[in-house]
């Protein structure tokens, strides 16, 4: 066990990292995820409220459906990235990281002040449910469908329903997650997530995982971890997340930091994210030359060394050969596509 933000947060269950990252790629496995912020929108000028924040078009969002978006300030950094969902139920569904929570809470806090005494209808509720993350293709609808009315087929990537889940009423599945894989994020009461967790983990192709191998498989997806690969000296930009941004928000410019984001679209940035595949030893966090690695460890599905990191623009291009420092040695690195492994998210047919 380890403390996280004011949490204690397990590194690793019986089996081990490798065999728990690669049970999830082929099997399924339960992570609890409660530390993540959840929070909930109000009023009629809810989007008004969220889109004043962020860099998405969350006014285009069909009824349940989500979006990963960018929370950024006035001078294009990103302040933390999080997920809306406009739900059915007339509020929007926020979920935040923890380690970013209380300085999001007391943005969204202010806001929210600030457009109220501006005569705007919208205020704030903070969640105290459980969250737990179900990841694995295939095996995650099979198992989650068995505890089910709903017909999880109709359910896609970053969509979302309010259901009852192996008994326990008022969940909020969400078909989205932090790993690659087809999987959900269920918003349980707190009370009862122990009964749910039991249910789920009474599956024998179901295994608890932990921190570890949820970062080895969110960085083979490619995905960003914040605070490691991006934050608040990174825009979207550099971070190659100009597709979180909204065409309507990006023709508005009415989001904070969008003359800094906008301008660097037009003219490029000095320094891109991109992946990093090498053989020797681990690529581990700030150790590249051209640039700075933040995030790396050994693929247990490719079973080499891969990482991400911002190198200059120049050298930025898919195939580019690279050298990286460890342990003040020199190894080959190349620029490689992201993500690493394929992924499985559960799209629309």
């Known amino acids: 066990m380890v403390p996280f933000a004011g949490w204690s947060m397990p590194v690793q269950y019986g089996p081990g990292h490798l065999e728990s990252h690669l049970h999830t790629r082929h099997r399924c496995s339960l992570f609890d995820v409660s530390h993540m912020l959840q929070s909930r929108v109000y009023g009629r000028d809810r989007v008004k409220f969220m889109e004043s924040l962020v860099v998405g078009d969350i006014a285009e969002l069909k009824p349940d459906q989500g979006t990963l978006t960018l929370l950024t300030n006035e001078k294009g950094g990103i302040v933390d990235d999080l997920i809306v969902t406009n739900t059915s139920e007339d509020h929007l569904y926020v979920v935040s990281n923890a380690g970013c929570a209380d300085k999001d809470l007391a943005i969204m806090k202010d806001r929210v002040k600030e457009l109220q005494a501006a005569g705007s209808d919208v205020y704030l509720e903070v969640l105290d449910n459980a969250l737990l993350a179900l990841q694995g293709s295939p095996s995650m609808a099979r198992v989650l469908q068995a505890g089910l009315s709903n017909d999880l087929a109709k359910l896609t990537f970053m969509n979302s329903a309010t259901m009852t889940v192996f008994g326990v009423p008022g969940c909020r599945v969400t078909r989205c997650g932090y790993t690659g894989e087809d999987g959900v994020e269920i918003s349980v009461p707190a009370a009862r997530v122990v009964d749910l967790a039991e249910q789920l983990l009474s599956d024998p192709e179901v295994w608890l995982a932990g921190l570890a191998a949820r970062d080895s498989l969110r960085l083979e997806a490619g995905l960003c971890l914040y605070g490691n690969d991006i934050d608040e000296t990174t825009t979207p930009v550099e971070a190659s997340l100009v597709w979180t941004l909204g065409k309507r928000r990006r023709t508005a410019m009415d989001f904070p930091g969008a003359a800094v984001i906008m301008s660097q679209i037009k003219e490029k940035?000095?320094?891109?994210?991109?992946?990093?595949?090498?053989?020797?030893?681990?690529?581990?966090?700030?150790?590249?030359?051209?640039?700075?690695?933040?995030?790396?460890?050994?693929?247990?599905?490719?079973?080499?060394?891969?990482?991400?990191?911002?190198?200059?623009a120049a050298y930025s291009r898919t195939g580019t050969a690279l050298t990286v420092e460890v342990r003040k040695k020199h190894h080959p690195a190349l620029v490689t596509k992201m993500p690493f492994v394929p992924t499985h998210y559960y799209m629309a047919k």
């Open 269 to 312: 940035p000095k320094r891109r994210r991109v992946g990093l595949t090498s053989v020797g030893p681990p690529i581990r966090p700030h150790m590249a030359i051209l640039g700075m690695v933040t995030s790396g460890c050994p693929s247990p599905s490719l079973r080499k060394n891969i990482a991400m990191g911002y190198v200059e």
